[in-house]
Structures are given as structure tokens and as C-alpha cells.
T-cell receptor, first 115, second 112 residues
Framework: SQTIHQWPATLVQPVGSPLSLECTVE??????LYWYRQAAGRGLQLLFY??????ISSEVPQNLSASRPQDRQFILSSKKLLLSDSGFYLC??????????????FGDGTRLSIL | DAKTTQPPSMDCAEGRAANLPCNHS???????VYWYRQIHSQGPQYIIH???NNETNEMASLIITEDRKSSTLILPHATLRDTAVYYC?????????????FGSGTRLSIRP
């Protein structure tokens, strides 16, 4: 069966510090990968998605970036965090399949607090 | 993308069926109805999805009206662990990657 892992579960960082959140998927090949952010009391915001190694699409301009160095690895980064970057960051994966719709499956998330 | 409307909250007795409604009157022909839930402080969990036929899996049943303008998620025997916010969304089909946009959802409380 497929599993998705995100780490760390919680993170407290000072303003201006760098960020690296990692997500890995097991049990599937060539998945679509997604990074979302969920602010407190608000809905999901898609930040990035990837349909293959090295292929990153950005949904929202910001000081965050994403990379996919391996097929099942998705990394969210920032060089200098802002207070507004606080939130619940979720990684998700789905089967890459044209001609039908496939559900996205989410990790347990990383709760990021910026001080 | 079509928008959905759900009641803000519902409650149900433990062991009874929980029926969560969703309106999606502007749904288009190639959009799927999806249900997710989110337990406090956890990532969203996929429950079920369908296009026009009723669907059932180990978690729930999805009933879609014939005109596809509304649907009902049924949890057949609700337990305390089913307490969560339930999101009904519509997502275009024939897309390699689609973004999920949650609305306010329905906060389901299960009474012991």
C-alpha cells in the first residue's frame, strides 16, 4: 500500500531563517505531488504541484520554493521566512493518470510557527 | 469550478447513520464529487468520490442525485472517531493534477 511521510511534525523558526520541509511517498511510482498551506481557521491553499522529477508548477507567488529531486521526494524551501509563512503545511500525492480523476492523499502535515 | 454548499454543523448519535448533505447546483458534466474529512490537527483524509453513480467503500456511501446537483455522504454506523470537519468539493475530471479548494465544510459531532 502507498504511504506518505512528512517531517518534521512541528517546527518553530525565527523570522529570516531558512526552511526545508520534506515529503516522501512510498509504494507508487511517478506520483503527482502537491504542497498546500492551511492557515488557522481557513481553507487549503495550493502552493506547488509536480507531475514529474524536476517539474514544478507554482500556484501562488511567494518567498517559498519547491523541488523534486527524486521521483517520490518533494521538498518545500525558503531562504528567509516571514511571519506570514506560519501555518499548517500539507503534502499530498495522487496517481498520475489522464482520462479520469484520482484522489489526493495527504500526509499528517507540518505545523510551522514563525517567531 | 463549481462551488459547494454544506450546513456548518451537524450532530449524530453514536451507532446511527450520519447523513451529510452537499449542494453543487452548478456542477458541470466532467466534474467529480469528492468528500474529505479533517480531524483536528491532522491532514485531510480522502473518503470517497463519484461522478454520477452511487458509490460505496469501506468508509462510507455516496449518493448523487440524478441531476447531479446535490449529494449525500452516508457514514452507516457513526463512531466517536468520526467527529471531524467534512468537506464536499467538486474537481474537474480529465486533469492530470487538480488543486483542492475546501469550503467551510460541515463540522460533524458524534454524541455518545
Amino acid at each position: 500500500s502507498q504511504t506518505i511521510h512528512q517531517w518534521p511534525a512541528t517546527l518553530v523558526q525565527p523570522v529570516g531563517s531558512p526552511l526545508s520541509l520534506e515529503c516522501t511517498v512510498e509504494g507508487t511510482s511517478n506520483p503527482n505531488l502537491y504542497w498546500y498551506r492551511q492557515a488557522a481557521g481557513r481553507g487549503l491553499q495550493l502552493l506547488f504541484y509536480s507531475v514529474g522529477i524536476g517539474q514544478i508548477s507554482s500556484e501562488v507567488p511567494q518567498n517559498l520554493s519547491a523541488s523534486r529531486p527524486q521521483d517520490r521526494q518533494f521538498i518545500l524551501s525558503s531562504k528567509k521566512l516571514l511571519l506570514s509563512d506560519s501555518g499548517f503545511y500539507l503534502c499530498a500525492w495522487s496517481v498520475s493518470f489522464w482520462g479520469g480523476n484520482q484522489p489526493q492523499h495527504f500526509g499528517d502535515g507540518t505545523r510551522l510557527s514563525i517567531l | 469550478d463549481a462551488k459547494t454548499t454544506q450546513p456548518p454543523s451537524m450532530d449524530c448519535a453514536e451507532g446511527r447513520a450520519a447523513n451529510l448533505p452537499c449542494n453543487h447546483s452548478t456542477i458541470s458534466g466532467n466534474e467529480y464529487v469528492y468528500w474529505y474529512r479533517q480531524i483536528h490537527s491532522q491532514g485531510p483524509q480522502y473518503i470517497i468520490h463519484g461522478l454520477k453513480n452511487n458509490e460505496t467503500n469501506e468508509m462510507a456511501s455516496l449518493i448523487i442525485t440524478e441531476d447531479r446537483k446535490s449529494s449525500t455522504l452516508i457514514l452507516p454506523h457513526a463512531t466517536l472517531r468520526d467527529t471531524a470537519v467534512y468537506y464536499c468539493i467538486v474537481i474537474p475530471g480529465y486533469s492530470s493534477a487538480s488543486k483542492i479548494i475546501f469550503g467551510s465544510g460541515t463540522r460533524l459531532s458524534i454524541r455518545p
